[in-house]
């Protein structure tokens, strides 16, 4: 593992088409003591540094949706050419029972799809839940299959699953699935929906948040998560998403 402050040099070794905007990029090496959930600071020199979720660690692989100028510019890598990371950084997932719900909205699928692999190995029975906009823009859907989870999808337009949010999902996939735990990636009203569902389901949630990130190391308060937020899923005021999260558990007694 390399020091959290150092950026190391990784070359692209393949590109990965996962729908109109988002490619995945497989990298060259392995960091092998990285968890699901724990995200890496890329780097492209002259450009910027912005957070991104590992897809997977061995090899290291990110997904990135083409939204702004530095992950467009990561879109426009091609095999060979280099990135800097550093990392892995970050609290990620753990692993609580044998029964597990994992819920992806968006790029939300991607640090969800290293987590069902690992738990996959481990035996565990997993439940995935993605949703989108519309079937063009779900994403690793064939991955989580091909890992042997059940899978289920919403879309806001109908085109693929259930019509409308992903949430909508959750009553039918615990009946099927009867999780121990669930986990979460998304946009923020999606997961303080998830939460609240997990409080009244009884179970723990671990949900991944996203913040505006500087240092990515604890030190410069930027992703600090609004006290709100905090105060609403019983997490310690303060939070930072990059030292206290990306993951934090969410108690089904403490959600307000
Ligand atoms: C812990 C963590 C993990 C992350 N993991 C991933 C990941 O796995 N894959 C990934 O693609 N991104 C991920 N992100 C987001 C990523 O770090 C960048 O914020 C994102 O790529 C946008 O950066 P940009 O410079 O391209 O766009 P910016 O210039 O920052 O934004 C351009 C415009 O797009 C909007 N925008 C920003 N992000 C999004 C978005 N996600 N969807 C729609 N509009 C947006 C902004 O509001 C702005 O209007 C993660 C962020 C965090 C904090
Ligand atoms: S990014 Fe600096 S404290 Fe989190």
């Known amino acids: 593992m390399n020091p959290v402050g150092l950026f190391s040099a990784f070359r692209v070794q393949q590109k990965r088409t996962e729908n109109a905007y988002t490619c995945s990029l497989v990298l060259n090496d392995s960091l092998p003591d990285a968890l699901p959930g724990q995200f890496v600071m890329a780097w492209l020199p002259g450009i910027d540094e912005r957070p991104f979720s590992l897809s997977d660690n061995d090899p290291v692989r990110i997904t990135v949706a083409d939204v702004g100028s530095f992950s467009h510019a990561l879109n426009q890598l ?8 550093r990392g892995p950084l970050g609290r990620g997932f753990i692993s609580r029972g044998r029964s597990h719900l994992l819920l992806g909205g968006g790029y939300g699928a991607a ?6 692999k690992s738990l996959c190995a481990q035996g565990n029975q997993v439940g995935v839940c993605l949703g989108a906009r519309s079937r063009a ?14 899978v289920w999808l919403a879309t806001e337009d109908g085109s693929a699953g259930k019509q409308g949010l992903l949430t909508a999902l959750l009553p039918e996939a615990q009946n ?4 121990e735990t669930v986990y979460a990636c998304g946009p923020i009203g999606m997961l303080t929906t ?4 997990a409080r ?4 723990p949630a671990q949900l991944s948040f996203e ?19 905090c105060q609403q899923l019983g997490l310690a005021p303060g939070f930072l998403v990059c030292h206290d999260g ?5 108690s089904p007694n403490h959600f307000s």
């Not at 099927?176 to 999780?179: D, I, M, Q």
């Open 78 to 85: 091609q095999p060979g050419d280099y990135l800097w990371l």
């Open 111 to 116: 640090p969800l799809s290293f987590l069902a």
């Open 137 to 150: 823009d779900l994403l690793l859907v064939e991955e989580f299959s091909s890992l042997g989870c059940q």
């Open 176 to 179: 099927a699935l009867k999780p």
């Open 194 to 197: 998830m939460a609240a569902w």
């Open 200 to 203: 009244t389901a009884g179970l």
């Open 211 to 229: 913040g505006v990130m500087r240092c990515g190391v604890g030190l410069c308060g930027s992703c600090e998560l609004p006290e709100t937020t």
């Open 246 to 250: 990306p993951v934090g558990e969410i």
